[in-house]
C-alpha cells in the first residue's frame, strides 16, 4: 500500500471497501472463512481459499491443500501471484478443535501436536510465505485467527487449543511491530464462542458444557460467523490503517466479565 492508500481520507472512496484487492484465505470450506469470503466478494476482493478440500463455494479460486506443509502454502502464495499479479490480504483462519484435546491430564501427544500443527504452525507457515509477497506487491493486511481462549482459562478444558491460541495471539502483535513501517499490519482476531460447525460438533452430545461456556457471555449467546466476517473486512480493509498488532475481540463481551447477570 501506498501511504496515500494508508491514509483515513482516502480509505472509504470506493463502494467496495476490498475493491481491486487479492485476499487469501485459509479454512476457507466452512464456519467463518466461508462467511468471511462471501463479505470480502460482496466488497469488490478476488478472493483465494485454501482449504484441504476442493469444495469451497464462496471463493474465486479454490486451492486444494495442507496449511501444515510448508511447500503446499508456499506454492499456494506462488498460483495467487501467478493467477493475480498482487496478494493484499491474508486471513490464515484455519484451525481445529477435536474431541482429544481435553484436559492436560488427558490430553496425549499426538492430539497435542495434531492442533499445534494446524491451529499454530499453519499461521506460522502462512505468514513465513505470505509476507514477503506482501513486502513486493506494496503491502497489505494479515488477520490471524486467535481466540478469547489465549486471554483467559476456558471454562471447558482444551490445553493444546488454549495454548496454539496463545501463540498465534504472541505471534501477531510481533509481527505486527515488526512490520508496521513497512506497510504490512497484522492483527488477531479473538472470536468468542461462535456458532458454526465446529462448535456445535463440539457440543451436539454435551448440552451441559455448551451452557458452561454460554453463562458467560454477557451477550446471553453464541456470536454469528456473519458478525466475525464483519469484524476481518474491517481489519482487511483500508478503514483499519492505523490498527496493527492488535488484540481485536469479537467475544460479546466475554473476556470483560466477571459474572453476568441471569
Known sequence: MSDTQNTPETAT?????LERKVAVITGSASGIGAETAKVFREQ???VVGFDLTADQPEVDLAIQ?????????AAA???VRETYGTVDVLFNNAGISPPDDDSI????????QRVQDVNLKSVYLCCKHGIPH???????????????VALMGAATSQIAYTASKGGVLSMSRELGVQFARQGVRVNALCPG???TPLLRELYANDAEAANRRLVHVPMGRFAQARELANAVLFLASDESSFITASTFMVDGGLTAAYVTPI
Do not use: C, K
Open 105 to 112: 491430564l488427558e490430553t496425549e501427544e499426538d492430539a497435542w
Open 77 to 79: 502464495y506462488a498460483q
Open 134 to 148: 506482501l513486502l513486493e506487491t506494496g503491502g497489505g493486511s494479515i488477520i490471524n485467527t486467535a481466540s478469547f
Open 193 to 195: 464462542p461462535v456458532d
Open 65 to 73: 491443500g495442507d496449511v501444515t506443509s510448508s511447500a503446499d502454502v
Open 44 to 46: 469488490g476482493a478476488t
Open 13 to 17: 472512496n470506493h463502494h467496495g471497501r
